[in-house]
């Protein structure tokens, strides 16, 4: 069975993950744990430990249970001290305490949901990220990071920390290292900039594929085409590029368009073919997106059968 690593975290890699555990694919999800807003930015600081937000929204978009158990996971308390906070991470929360660490107390949640992929935090340890301008200023936490990215030259965490060896070997023993959809800056990169997962990734022999976005981020990738995100993601590779980008080439109903534009300050991420092309990255474009309520998502079943069809090429 061929081994997809998917490197992300939010709803991004939440929404592949959901598609691709369809497939007859053995799938190691590896998430960023330094978010610090919401929910999972207050357990966060009163626990100290590692955020659990993206963690729990991974498992349960792998998750094979029944929609009773899905929503009370979901559910998320609306007033009292518990206010915002939804039943996942409470369980994550007290699992740590129970357990020691993140990476089993995910363990344990993988086989109360049935899961049969893997899911793994990327690191212990409480950390934050931090985005450094040239003049040395300095942007502490996702939150902070993501609405500064224009003025932002390096990003980095706030200290040293350790990998869990699995998620070396796991990035080491991928058929395909997948870069989920989500934000770049701090769902994606938060990754990358690890010393230890980047030497991996340089000396795996498995192809790099990005999912692309499918609208911009305000403040984070405004103005962004295909390429453009590309060559960020191949900046911070180091040795390696994206050999693979999956995007959209469909329309998009112009009503819809506008509204994320007036609304949202939202714009379509453009396919710009012949930018992809001088960057030596293979183009798999088709129409991979869908449209719930209003807004606009990847079709998850569409496009994690374009991994899987990719990873099957010259079977």
Known sequence: MKKIVILGGGTGISCLLSGLKQFPIDVTAI???SDNGSSTGQLKKEFDIPAVGDVGKVLLSMANVDNDFLDLLSYRFTKASLENHPIRNILLTALIDIK????DATKYMCEL???KGTVLPLTEDKVELIGESTLGKEYLGEEEVSLNVKNISKL???KDFSINKEVIDQIKDADLILLSSGSLYTSILPHLIVDDIRNAIN???APIMYVSNLVTQPGETDGYSVSDHIKILNKYLGNRNVEIVIANNAEIDQSIVKKYSELENKELVKLDKDN???????LIADKIFSVSDGKIRHNALKTAYLIFSFLMEGE
Do not use: E, M
Not at 100 to 103: F, P, R, S, V
Not at 276 to 282: A, C
């Open 156 to 158: 980095k965490y706030d």
């Open 31 to 33: 998430v960023a744990v």
């Open 113 to 115: 949901l049935n899961i």
């Open 276 to 282: 992809i092309t001088n960057l030596n990255t293979r």
């Open 100 to 103: 020691g660490n993140l990476t």
């Open 203 to 205: 000396k795996s022999d």
